[in-house]
């Protein structure tokens, strides 16, 4: 916070009131989406061996800062591993790893594919406008990256939850071809992001959708391990959690650390409470994002502690 108060007009004490943020990373200016989402996938073999990829036959990456619009990051990633297989981006903003989790979901349990890498990777920094407070101090970069596959009976996804609500889309956008929206609404350079509208929408959204993929696996609040929702602000992490009368030992939360990091946020704070022992295998999970679209995803998942 330090730092981006000699850019702009804040302080830590500001960020911190509003936010819960203290520190978030940002990439080099030679590195993007694809070298996250490979370090990423990289760390991911350093923990559980190279044969973590072997029979990955479909890799699926959330960002919405992609290396490039042709190839897809994707297809990067799947050359680098020289991986046999199909590879395509989802472009979802802040909950497009979740998307994406619902997507590799559906191709394992339809047989379509066996085995699919997904990565959440998102270099925010890229498209920050270095001159707006309001979004330059919520952001930062990250990735995650996951196996999907088949799992035992009982183990695995219970639900899901997609939604989007394009009427809010000039609440929060930036352009990429076109210069407006349909309504007329201006698209900006870099994000764009009307916060008093946003939050509103996540606070109502965290704790609906929650409650729907709660409802969905025929299951209760009180059967929840850990709740694991977007890292974007602690203030709206906090409304949620009391909204569905969590207590707050039950919360990952890692926002003060790293900012929003968009497409990677669920996925980064997964993997800390996996380290630090607070997820074991049969913990049922309760996983929600928010974004730009507006968009929301919600999961529940009992978790299998796989050893390759």
Same mark, same amino acid.
């Given at each position: 916070n330090h730092d981006l108060a000699q850019l702009v007009e804040t302080s830590d004490e500001w960020v911190? %009131?509003?936010?819960?943020?203290?520190? *978030?990373?940002?990439?080099?200016?030679?590195?993007?989406?694809?070298?996250?989402?490979?370090?990423?996938?990289?760390? =991911?073999?350093?923990?559980?061996? &190279?044969?973590?990829?072997? /029979?990955?036959?479909?890799?699926?990456?959330? +960002?919405? +800062? &992609?290396?490039?619009?042709? &190839?897809?990051?994707?297809?990067i990633?799947?050359?680098?591993?020289?991986? !046999?297989?199909?590879?395509?981006?989802?472009?979802?903003?802040? &909950?497009?790893?979740?998307?994406?989790l619902s997507a590799a979901a559906a191709y394992v349990k339809s047989g379509m594919a066996k085995k699919v890498l997904t990565i959440g990777s998102d270099a925010l920094s890229k498209i920050l406008n270095w001159e707006d407070r309001g979004t330059l101090v919520l952001f930062g970069d990250g990735a995650c990256a996951a196996i999907v596959e088949a799992v035992p009976e009982g183990y695995g996804f !219970?639900?899901?939850?997609?939604?989007?609500?394009? @009427?809010?889309? !000039?609440?929060?956008?930036?352009?990429?071809?076109? %210069?407006?929206l349909p309504d007329g609404s201006p698209?900006? @350079?870099?994000? $764009?992001?009307?916060? *008093?509208?946003?939050? !509103?929408?996540?606070? *109502?959204? =965290? $704790? $609906?959708?929650?409650?729907?993929?709660v409802a969905k696996a025929n299951m209760q609040l009180t059967d929840i391990a850990y709740f694991v929702p977007h890292?974007?602000?602690?203030?709206?992490?906090?409304?949620a959690r009391s909204s569905l009368e969590l207590p707050p030992e039950k919360v990952v939360s890692n926002v003060e650390r790293y900012g929003n990091t968009s497409a990677a946020s669920v996925g980064i704070a997964m993997r800390e409470a996996l380290d630090d022992g607070r997820i074991k295998d049969g913990d049922d999970l309760l996983?929600?994002?928010? /974004?730009? /679209?507006?968009?929301?995803?919600?999961?529940?998942?009992?978790?299998?502690?796989? +050893?390759?």
């Open positions: 911190v %009131t509003r936010t819960g943020i203290r520190e *978030r990373r940002f990439t080099a200016e030679d590195e993007f989406a694809s070298h996250m989402a490979i370090h990423a996938t990289e760390n =991911m073999i350093a923990k559980h061996g &190279p044969q973590v990829l072997d /029979g990955v036959d479909l890799v699926i990456l959330a +960002t919405s +800062t &992609p290396d490039a619009l042709l &190839p897809a990051t994707a297809a990633v799947q050359n680098h591993f020289k991986l !046999k297989a199909g590879a395509f981006d989802v472009i979802a903003a802040c &909950p497009g790893w979740m998307y994406a !219970k639900s899901f939850v997609l939604g989007a609500d394009g @009427e809010g889309a !000039k609440h929060l956008n930036m352009r990429c071809i076109n %210069t407006t698209l900006t @350079e870099k994000v $764009s992001m009307n916060g *008093r509208e946003v939050f !509103k929408f996540a606070v *109502r959204v =965290m $704790s $609906s959708a929650t409650r729907e993929a890292q974007a602000n602690f203030r709206i992490i906090d409304a996983l929600v994002s928010f /974004g730009a /679209g507006l968009s929301w995803a919600s999961s529940v998942m009992r978790w299998h502690a796989k +050893t390759f």
